[in-house]
């Protein structure tokens, strides 16, 4: 069962501002969430409302939330590991 991908706003404008390089290499990661949300290397996230999950993508994290009952992933931050706390 696949699942979709929605990007924040804040999602969007950030790989926006990125190296094209980069970018492949994050969407690659977000594309492997879709077969597969929960992964191994993906640590929930303390301090927020709703459960959030992080993946780890070189110097950069992705801040994400899983809908199963949509079927649906939330990407809603992507920074780099020094700002996304």
């Avoid at 969007?12 to 970018?23: G, I, N, R």
């Avoid at 809908?67 to 649906?72: C, E």
């Amino acid at each position: 069962m696949m699942f979709d991908i929605k990007y924040s706003r804040q999602a969007v404008k950030f790989l926006k501002s990125l190296d094209k390089k980069l970018v492949l290499r994050i969407l690659s990661k977000i594309e492997e969430l879709k077969e597969e949300p929960i992964q191994h290397d993906s640590k929930t996230v303390e301090g927020y409302g709703e459960k959030l999950f992080r993946i780890r993508v070189g110097d950069y994290r992705i801040l994400y939330e899983v809908d199963y009952k949509n079927n649906l992933i939330g990407i809603v931050k992507i920074e780099k590991r020094a700002r996304a706390y």
